[in-house]
């Protein structure tokens, strides 16, 4: 397990660095440290393995490596896929299409533009956080430029139909952007067969490290430029890359490919293994998220009498991490926009859980998490009053 102690299931905020990704980014703090836009040998000699790391993305995206732009982040590449096609195409519409359960890096980013002048339709979803390839339809206007719709949920780990939506979108000559930091690396994506324009990534989402993501454009959209500055990311992206990083990503994400469907098939079996234990051991609980079309590794659960930050702070001290949502917006006292979306109440969406599996995960860590959290879970529920007048019952919400 690489040094982690305890329980850690709380990968969807982030994962541990993969000690193959951290000693093949080493060299390139030491011995490789050229600026890959020098033109001298050591620089050269960088550009080399830059250039390999964005052939290895391209290849796990089904792209070109030309199509291929590294970022700092998820956040920046979301904030230029949306930003840039704004302002790139305004000439055309002012019109964007989104959900109202997309990561707060591109709904701010839309909220930004609307006091820009630009019309965002932000789309509601249904009890499982799905939206309808028909609202999205019914949305288009002759002045959308753009349809934006996150590839799976980080909170609830819902899948939305991206394969039809890019589909629309290409028939109707739209932009199509996917935030696919939670997807990468956890199910099989085609850029090319799913009809997608642009798509945000995160390496520290699959085992790569942080402060490194990637925004793929295909060939053809018009988009302006983000950062500007010097010439890097061929004249696109400003700012002298961050080449351990690229390296580290690069290499991650082809580890993540080549274990793609045995890795996420054992994640799957463990995760399943959790629902069936959790909803059978207690009693007023709710899964979130679609039943089937989930990432592998995605359990997200609410508590009816109970309040989140209690039972995190009682997990944490039996050795297991979880969240209460988005790690973005741990701080916030607010309920979690996704689970408001979905239709839960205030106090529902307040005890909820998310419990996010990967690489680390064993059967022993779910048979643990099955023993220790229906107790947590009844002991928090005795001071509760509201649970009191019902306990003895035995449905789930």
């Not at 394969?163 to 952007?177: D, M, N, S, V």
């Not at 430029?225 to 400003?238: K, S, T, Y």
Request: hydrophobic share 35%.
């Amino acid at each position: 397990m690489d040094g982690i102690r305890g329980i850690y299931m709380d990968h969807a905020a982030t994962t541990y660095t993969k000690r193959e990704v951290l000693e093949e980014m080493l060299p390139f703090f030491t011995e490789y440290f050229g600026n890959p836009s020098s033109i001298h040998k050591f620089g050269r000699d960088v550009r080399k393995h830059v250039d390999t790391a964005r052939e290895r993305v391209a290849k796990a995206l089904g792209a070109d490596p030309s199509e291929i732009y590294f970022t700092a982040g998820g956040s920046e590449a979301d904030n230029w896929a949306v930003k840039g096609t704004a302002y790139a195409n305004k000439s055309k519409g002012n019109h964007i299409i989104t959900t109202n359960i997309e990561h707060h890096a591109l709904l701010h980013t839309c909220e930004y533009l609307e006091k820009e002048g630009f019309e965002v339709t932000y789309l509601p979803v249904d009890e499982y956080g799905l939206v309808s390839v028909e609202d999205v339809k019914n949305a288009i206007t002759d002045k959308t430029i753009l349809i934006s719709i996150m590839y799976a949920n980080n909170e609830i780990g819902t899948i939305q139909p991206i394969e039809e939506i890019g589909k629309l979108a290409r028939e109707k000559g739209i932009y199509f952007h996917t935030d696919a930091v939670q997807a990468v690396g956890s199910v099989k994506i085609d850029v090319k067969e799913q009809n997608i324009d642009m798509l945000s990534l995160s390496a520290h989402k699959f085992y790569g490290p942080k402060g490194i993501g990637v925004l793929y454009v295909r060939k053809g959209v018009k988009l302006i430029n983000f950062v500007h500055g010097g010439g890097q990311e061929r004249g696109r992206r400003a700012g002298t890359e961050n080449v351990p990083g690229i390296i580290g990503l690069g290499k991650a994400i082809e580890l993540a490919n080549e274990n793609l469907e045995e890795s996420s098939k054992r994640i799957m079996g463990l995760r399943d293994k959790l629902i069936k234990g959790l909803m059978d051991k207690i009693p007023y609980t709710r899964l979130n998220g679609h039943p089937v079309k989930r990432l592998p590794g995605n359990a997200n659960f609410s508590f009816q009498y109970i309040e989140g930050e209690s039972l995190l702070l009682n997990l944490d001290m039996k050795g297991i991490a979880g969240s209460s949502g988005s790690a973005c917006t741990s701080g916030s006292l607010d309920p979690s926009h996704v689970l408001l979306a979905i239709g839960l109440s205030h106090e529902i969406a307040h005890g909820s859980l998310r419990l996010s599996l990967g690489a680390v995960n064993t059967e022993e860590d779910i048979d643990y998490v099955l023993e220790v959290l229906p107790e947590i879970v009844e002991r928090l529920r005795q001071m509760s009053p509201l649970y009191e007048k019902v306990k003895g019952g035995n449905t789930n919400v």
